[in-house]
């Protein structure tokens, strides 16, 4: 019998509401409900320290993305609270651990390059005067073979100047030699970094989203897996506060909710219809009336009891 009176309520309120067109404001709240009607608050949860991000810095980032959507409704969607619903974490992961190393190769082979090429352009100097003391010593023998020989002293200066021509053509000989090592080396660097970013592209195709938003068990989580750019890390904690509110991924490729990641940080015309969508109000009224025919089962069973 209490199931009977239950239905009947349902039954009264449902009826109640559409034959009104003057429903009070009670009642009215009863009937339609938003999900965006209370803030969602967030709170900062754990940041791994091989990102050198303090807690506030990283605040400023999640309040900026937050205020990209608080911008553009006319009530508070998402504030700061140290007791927050949605836990917000920066998380370390291999994708972060690719990157510092391409940054890292990619800083070594800059500086390897730079070496080089002072030492390359030092090897090129040295042979380029090198060829022209061989040319004046050519052009001195020749003129003392002219004249039937050279008198002692230039002899003997000649001589010198012969042997220190072949000193120096050893020493740019090793010299060559290690040039020619040295390249080997930085080649094979810049072979290593760009097996690198293959291995990271590798990477981000799997997970082209640099973040996530969970709710399971009652608990809302926002992990963040790296930031690679300021705009991005603000676009990312954007696009998973746009789950948080319920909005789903969009094709649109300048929307927040695109499905990959972007330095987008302004939200497109399609995140705003989203946005409107996620946070209209429900008929919750509306809802039960769909499964009337079903109650109206339920309560000739239980009538016939
Ligand atoms: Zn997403």
Redesign the pocket.
């Known amino acids: 019998m209490k199931k009977i009176l239950i239905f009947i309520a349902i039954l009264t309120l449902s009826f109640g509401a559409f034959s009104t067109p003057y429903i009070s404001n009670a009642a009215r709240d009863l009937v339609y409900q938003s999900s965006c009607k209370n803030p969602k608050t967030y709170k900062i949860g754990s940041i791994d320290n091989r990102y050198n991000m303090s807690e506030s810095q990283f605040l400023s980032y999640v309040d900026e993305a937050a205020q990209i959507w608080n911008s553009e409704y006319p009530s508070t969607l998402f504030e700061y609270d140290p007791q927050g619903d949605i836990e917000i974490n920066l998380v370390y992961d291999q994708r972060q651990f690719l990157n510092s190393q391409i940054n890292e190769l990619d800083t070594q082979v800059k500086s390897e390059q730079g070496e080089l090429d002072t030492k390359i352009a030092d090897y090129n100097r040295r042979a380029q005067e090198f060829q022209i003391i061989v040319k004046k010593l050519n052009e001195d023998i020749q003129y003392w073979n002219e004249r039937g020989g050279a008198p002692p002293d230039e002899y003997e200066s000649l001589i010198q100047r012969q042997k220190s021509v072949q000193s120096e053509a050893e020493s740019l000989k090793s010299e060559a030699a290690s040039l020619n090592q040295s390249t080997d080396i930085y080649n094979q660097q810049v072979g290593e970094l760009n097996q690198t970013i293959r291995n990271f592209n590798e990477e981000l195709k799997y997970k082209p989203?640099q973040?996530?938003?969970v709710y399971s068990g009652g608990k809302e989580t926002i992990n963040i897996y790296f930031d690679t750019s300021r705009e991005e890390l603000v676009h990312t904690l954007a696009?998973?506060f746009?789950?948080a509110i319920g909005i789903?991924?969009m094709e649109n490729e300048s929307a927040i909710?695109f499905?990959k990641t972007t330095t987008v940080t302004v939200l497109s015309a399609d995140d705003r219809i989203a946005l409107e969508t996620a946070c209209a109000e429900k008929n919750i009224v509306e809802e039960r009336l769909q499964s009337i025919p079903q109650i109206f089962d339920q309560l000739r069973s239980n009538l016939a009891r």
């Open positions: 989203e973040g996530e938003y696009h998973e746009g789950h789903p991924h909710m499905s």
